[in-house]
């Protein structure tokens, strides 16, 4: 079987046991069925299953009820009115096609896309316009007298009066020459910059108008024009009386708190005007609805039973209900074989289950399973149990928002974990502690390894670099010289050791460096320099240090290899050596003297 991540989309069946979801979406469709109710809530957590609830029930009234839905979240941002009132037609239209010219009206006179007003205009005639118009006229008459001339010409023989005729032929070409003349006009730079008229204005007027306009209708989309275009869309001449609808308000706990008082407003003003033909379902967080209801002095739960009196829950699911559907995911998307892994990380997820969910829900276990999944792909597959360590790490690290190092610390530590009461957070770490344990046969250092890795998303060996601290600075302290060579030769040594550096002793390092093999010190040579320049600040500055004989015969060595010169705080402590050698024999000296005097 090929693994898949889960969808959030709604199951097609009921994965629990005793068909709880079933049975809420039967004993809704049986409510809804009467006239009496038309708002019905569902209440339930983030993730309980309501949207499943919701498609079990139109598979149970779909040849009933026309289903209209309308996701909240999707329209928070702009209007809501507007989109109510764009969906319900739309949902409307599509069991009423015949009515789709009627529905189109009073959805565009409810959202102002129809428009009446009155307008006076007050137009101003170019001059232009008026003596082209005019000489137009006079061409038209002048054209019959001179065809009459020409004809008494050609025909009588009959001499023409020269000015006369260049009258008449002057006053039928008057238009041409007009627009010759503007077209001449035209070009000339002065006349452009004056703005004075063009060929076009002749022929098409242009001209400042002034405007005076009365607004019949408001564009705002409120209350009244919402109720209007239900009342048109649930009239007479366009729903039969057999169609009825269901409208399904949703995700309204996923808004901003203004945006569900204006839609419960509107759930009330819905249901008034639509009630022969409508019902509508509400599912809701009653945790999340009543924290945007709520008011100085009121509880919003009080809100919730007012406008929805009737209301169904969703449920909890049994602990081996939901765990029997663990299983079920965890076979489609982690790993077919549902054997030790899945059963530890059920046991983890019931311990350490994010504080957001209350509950145990499917989408917390949808979720689960997906980001197993997703960051085995990322994680070396060298490990048999790594899909425990796997949840161990999403559960605390991710999902918890807690530090890595809260996973490798000693449970048995007093330690203050914030948001969790520091006994039940120890309680449950040493638990998990145990668990992990059992689990790996008591191999700390094996499931720690590979809980950085998960957490670097590297190998193993990259991520061993970031567990050096403590086992360091143990083998230090302890003079270990081959824990040192093992870790020396580690990935991620120099920087372990920039970190501890702090909290050990120099005299142990230099002690344990000095009898480490010659491969082993080439590696930490850059640590040496920095130790030894740690004793010149700090070693025997003001006062001669304690005799130790490990440490001179480690100095001496090390001097002999040619590792280190004579360096400041050794000459300072060979100076007080000697200082305190000379004070040793004057005394000597002087008490030698006293008693040959005596």
């Known amino acids: 079987m090929t693994l898949r991540l889960q969808t959030e989309s709604p199951a097609d069946q009921d994965m629990f046991r005793g068909s709880s979801h079933e049975k809420v979406a039967e004993n809704v469709a049986q409510i809804i069925r009467t006239p009496d109710v038309n708002i019905i809530g569902l209440e339930g957590e ?64 409810a959202l ?34 001179v065809l009459t001339d020409l004809n008494q010409y050609f025909t009588n023989k009959e001499s023409l009066l020269g000015w006369l005729f260049y ?62 275009a239900l009342q048109g869309f649930t009239s007479k001449e366009v729903i039969s009386h057999g169609d009825r609808f269901i409208l399904i308000i949703d995700n309204l706990d996923r808004i901003s708190a203004d945006k569900v008082k204006e839609l419960w407003s509107d759930m009330e003003l819905i249901a008034g005007a639509t009630h022969e033909h409508f019902r509508i379902v509400v599912p809701y967080s009653a945790r999340q609805v009543s924290a945007s209801l ?25 602990s081996a209900g939901w765990q029997e559907a663990l299983r079920q995911y965890w076979k489609e998307t982690v790993n077919e074989d549902a054997g030790i892994a899945c059963r530890e990380a059920t046991v983890l997820l019931e311990r350490w289950k994010p504080s957001e969910y209350p509950r145990i829900t499917p989408r917390l276990m949808k979720k689960f399973v997906n980001d197993i ?4 792909l990322t994680v070396p597959a060298t490990e048999d149990h790594r899909h425990i360590l796997i949840a161990l790490y999403l559960l605390v690290v991710r999902y918890g928002e807690r530090d890595i190092k809260v ?64 086992p360091l600075k143990d083998a230090i302290g302890a003079i270990n010289i081959p824990r040192l060579e093992e870790l020396t030769a580690l990935w991620g040594f120099a920087e372990a050791w920039q970190r501890v550096a ?61 590792r280190i010169s004579l360096e400041p705080f050794v000459e300072r402590q060979i100076s007080f050596i000697v200082s305190k050698l000379d004070e040793i024999q004057d005394s000597e000296k002087l008490e030698a003297e006293s008693g040959f005097v005596e």
């Open 502 to 562: 702090p909290h050990i002793q120099m005299r142990d390092w230099l002690v344990s460096y000095s009898r480490m093999d010659e491969k082993c010190q080439a590696l930490a040579e850059p640590q040496l320099k920095v130790a030894v320049q740690m004793l010149n600040q700090s070693y025997a500055v003001s006062l001669r240090e304690k005799n130790d004989e490990g440490f001179v015969l480690s100095l001496q060595k090390l001097m002999a290899d040619g």
């Open 167 to 228: 009258v008449e032929v002057a006053a039928f070409l008057s238009p041409a020459i007009m627009v010759a003349g503007l077209a001449c006009l035209q070009n000339m730079e002065w006349y452009r910059k004056k703005g004075y008229s063009s060929i076009g204005d002749l022929f098409k007027r242009n001209s400042t108008d002034r405007i005076e306009e009365t607004w019949l209708v408001n564009k705002e989309v409120g209350a009244i024009e919402l109720a209007e």
């Open 407 to 470: 996973l490798l610390r000693d449970p048995k530590a007093s330690q203050t974990e914030p948001g969790i009461a520091p006994d039940d957070f120890d309680e449950m770490l040493s638990l998990t502690y145990q668990q992990i344990s059992r689990i790996f046969n008591n191999d700390t250092e094996r499931w720690s390894e590979f809980l950085m890795s998960i957490h670097y998303q590297s190998t193993v060996e990259l991520a061993r670099s970031e567990l050096l601290d403590t």
């Open 294 to 318: 709520s008011v100085a002095g009121f509880s919003g739960r009080e809100f919730i039973a007012k406008r929805i009196p009737v209301s169904f829950q969703v449920p909890p699911l049994i």
């Open 46 to 109: 983030l993730g309980s299953g309501k949207s499943t609830i919701l498609k079990f029930l139109q598979k149970k009234l779909k040849d009933d009820f026309t289903f209209i839905n309308f996701d909240a979240e999707r329209y928070h941002h702009g209007s809501t009115k507007k989109a109510l009132i764009d969906v319900i037609h739309h949902g409307v239209s599509l069991q009423c096609p015949g009515s789709r010219d009627v529905l189109d009206k009073y959805k565009n006179l």
């Open 112 to 145: 102002g896309n129809i428009v009446e007003y009155d307008k006076r205009v007050s137009s101003r005639l170019s001059w232009l316009t008026v003596v082209f118009i005019l000489l137009s006229l006079l061409s038209v008459q002048m054209l019959r007298y």
């Open 373 to 376: 999944h997703i960051l085995n």
